[in-house]
């Protein structure tokens, strides 16, 4: 019999074993908890590991007003050939000479801040209505045009070289924004350096708030062993504001209230609440009245 945890609303981090879509680990998490509404925030890749953040119940409307950037990856970069889907499990479409650890370095400083990025075949991003992927593994060429992207910090280190100094991998750590293929960035710091290169591991350990350290694994969780935190813990980072019993009764209604803290979105809660669990009574944003600022409630936790 398959082991639940309990249900509510809330956040789940889970440390996304390699070899599972994003979308297998929803699946994963409605079978443990019971939950049929579950959405995840930032997909990773099949072959990546590490950070998944997964909304439940009614906090997975909270997904647009996360704090989850800049997310910071982890990845083993290999060198001398490129592949089609950019990582291990792709077929080889070039090599290259291996680059030396010199080369490498000198690029370094193109891929820093806002950079164009053409997506790779193998990705989710839309061609005249199809996933590009589905186009790659129909065998159909795919076109994708360059997108605008951000990187915060790249470094590269642990270098193994061969004989001859060349650098056969090494490690790479990237913190970026939303949208960036870590694999695409170590395919063109390859090329930029005249040589060619895939990722064979990657590993996100951070998207904005949420950390790694944080996660449980899909064992865990299927054991019963894990808990689903408070829909509050999805809103870190952003102001709060205490009520009044009569605003809880607005709030839990849809009712716009007296804005009395700063920022754009707030968290509205109950401080008579039993538990941390049931505080959150609606997530808002500040709208400007002729009575002042209101905060008009986005996503409502607490029933009429």
Do not use: N
Not at 86 to 91: L, Q, R, V, W
Not at 226 to 239: L, R
């Amino acid at each position: 019999m398959t082991a639940t945890v309990e249900r509510r609303d809330g956040l789940l981090l889970v440390d996304k074993p390699a070899g599972m879509s994003s979308h297998d680990v929803v699946v994963a998490v409605r079978r443990a908890t019971g939950e049929r509404q579950v959405g995840h925030a930032g997909t990773l890749d099949p072959f990546a590991t590490g950070l998944l953040v997964l909304l439940l119940g009614r906090a997975t409307r909270l997904r647009r007003y996360l704090r989850d950037e800049p997310k910071e990856y982890e990845a083993t970069v290999v060198f001398g050939a490129e592949t089609d889907t950019e990582d291990a499990g792709g077929a080889t479409t070039q090599t290259a000479r291996l680059p030396t650890p010199e080369a490498l370095r000198a690029t370094l400083a193109a891929f820093h801040g806002d950079i164009d990025q053409v997506p790779p075949a193998y990705s989710a991003k839309r061609v005249g209505g199809h996933r590009a992927y589905e186009l790659a593994r129909a065998g159909s060429p795919v076109s994708l045009a360059p997108v605008r992207v951000h990187v915060h910090a790249i470094a590269l280190s642990e270098f193994d070289c061969d004989a001859h100094g060349r650098v056969i991998r090494c490690r790479m750590r990237v913190s970026c924004g939303g949208g960036t293929y870590v694999r695409s960035l170590a395919r063109d710091i390859a090329r930029a350096a005249a040589s060619a290169a895939h990722l064979s591991t990657l590993r996100r350990h951070r998207a904005g708030a949420f950390h790694l350290g944080r996660a449980v694994s899909l064992e865990t969780l299927r054991a019963g062993e894990a808990s689903v935190s408070p829909a509050i813990d999805a809103v870190v980072g952003h102001a709060s504001q205490a009520l009044t019993a009569e605003e809880v009764w607005a709030v839990s209604r849809g009712i716009d209230i007296a804005a009395r803290v700063d920022g754009d979105f707030a968290a509205l809660l109950d401080p008579a609440a039993d538990t941390a669990a049931t505080a959150l009574v609606a997530f808002a944003q500040r709208r400007a009245s002729e009575r002042g600022d209101r905060w008009q409630p986005r996503v409502v936790f607490r029933d009429p």
